[in-house]
């Protein structure tokens, strides 16, 4: 049985820990999220919702410990609970954002390429893609049954999943090319030449100003996979200074054709939006459906 958040507070903070000032904190599409200060000073940020699966914040847990494992930058997890009226959270260390270093954005990708070249048999027992437990992206449930070969992994639980779930937005000759598509992906991703523990949800709005002026990585949708993955969601909705890509090709060169995947890699994320937000996405869908499948 979860712990409410009274009860995380004492064990972590002592007997008379509690909850002298709480604002609501902006940007969030899914959870509330809230400033909170303790009697003694000590800032803590909270992110809850009353209506999430059991497990929706423990595995964004699992994933924020994976990521600092592997050497990025993110807030520190405290806990994982739920109150007595049912509401689910999770709770951080605050991160007070400051004004950006001069170089914020070669620091970010070089910390992004050190995570990327981490180990990562911890999270599949070996190298493999996948990850040891199934997580979200955004809300909807995302599937890491682990794979010896990314191609596959990114078919049988990012693609395919996706594509399962919007099939009614598609016009009978646009399934047809999306069955096309999943089985011919060989033909146009390659295996990795190391497996790399994704963020999984890359996009500017997950990437945050810390108190020291350095870059702060939060809501990961996890998993072990290729990096290019990462790379092509910072160019889908854009915000990411030239800057970080050159020290990222510095410290992590890609392999060469990576644009031409680049929106491969997209499609799930605009599957995912797809699915959430209606047909405002559908053009672009079937417009990388019919690219890669003709």
């Known amino acids: 049985m979860q712990e409410d958040l009274e009860t995380c507070l004492k064990r972590l903070f002592g007997a008379e820990a509690r909850i002298v000032a709480q604002s609501p904190v902006s940007g969030g599409d899914i959870n509330e999220a809230y400033h909170l200060v303790l009697q003694e ?22 994933g924020l410990k994976a990521m600092r494992e592997a050497g990025a930058r993110t807030p520190e997890v405290l806990a994982v609970g739920r109150n007595e009226d049912g509401k689910s959270f999770l709770l951080m260390t605050y991160v007070r954002p400051s004004r950006p270093r001069r170089d914020y954005w070669q620091n970010l990708g070089h910390m992004l390429a050190a995570m990327h070249r981490a180990d990562t048999s911890a999270w599949t027992k070996g190298r493999r893609f996948g990850f040891y437990e199934n997580n979200y992206s955004g809300s909807i449930r995302q599937k890491n049954r ?107 060169p890609l392999a060469p054709g990576y644009s031409e995947r680049r929106d491969l890699y997209n499609l799930y994320h605009l599957l995912n939006h797809l699915y959430l937000f209606g047909r405002a996405y559908l053009t672009a869908v079937t417009r990388i459906i019919r690219h890669y499948a003709g």
């Open 41 to 62: 000073g000590r800032d803590l940020f909270m992110k809850c919702h009353n209506d999430v699966a059991d497990d929706f914040f423990a595995v964004e847990a699992d």
């Open 146 to 252: 682990v794979h010896d070969s990314w191609v596959e992994f990114f078919r049988s639980q990012r693609l395919l999943p996706r594509l399962e779930l919007t099939q009614q937005y598609f016009t009978p000759e646009d399934r047809r090319r999306a069955r096309y598509l999943l089985d011919h992906l060989e033909a146009y991703l390659e295996e990795p030449a190391y497996p790399s523990l994704l963020h999984g949800d890359l996009w500017c709005g997950n990437v945050m100003l810390g108190s020291d002026g350095e870059a702060v990585l939060i809501d990961p949708a996890a998993a072990v996979g290729n990096r290019e993955f990462d790379i092509a969601m910072t160019q889908l909705f854009g915000g990411f200074e030239p800057a970080f890509y050159d020290a990222y090709q510095e410290a992590a």
